[in-house]
């Protein structure tokens, strides 16, 4: 099992920055990928951005490309979101998920998923 808790959401103004957290516990490895996924009011959830645990592979969806940045951090077992330029569009909770075995944009084959962090942008 791995539990996965996201934290650093909020209300921020366009152009504006958040740095979101995702504090992974249990049994995580290093053959696990770290996605973050969001999922706006009335829409499917959409992919962000995802990392390899071992190897820092990463990959982003092109709405997030250079502005959004994904990394981990081994000592304290956690996957960051960086996120600046911040859109009206990027309002959306936020949810971190991991997928025990591959690399993946779908959400299918994350097995485990935080409880989301919400995140507002003004225009």
């Known amino acids: 099992q791995v539990q996965l808790v996201e934290s650093g959401g909020g209300l921020v103004q366009a152009g504006g920055s958040l740095r979101l957290s995702c504090a992974a516990s249990?049994?995580?490895?290093?053959?696990?990928?770290v996605g973050w996924f969001r999922q706006a009011p009335g829409k499917e959830r959409e992919f962000v951005a995802v990392?390899?645990?071992?190897?820092?592979?990463?990959y982003y969806a092109d709405s997030v490309k250079g502005r959004f940045t994904i990394s981990r951090d081994y000592a304290k077992n956690t996957v960051y979101l960086q996120m600046n330029s911040l859109k009206p569009e990027d309002t959306a909770a936020y949810y971190c998920?991991?997928?025990?075995?591959?690399?993946?944009?779908?959400?299918?084959?994350?097995?485990?998923w935080g409880q989301g962090t919400q995140v507002t942008v003004s225009s």
């Open positions: 998920a991991a997928n025990p075995s591959q690399y993946s944009t779908s959400s299918v084959g994350y097995a485990y």
């Open positions: 990392i390899s645990w071992s190897g820092g592979i990463t």
């Open positions: 249990g049994r995580t490895g290093s053959n696990y990928f």
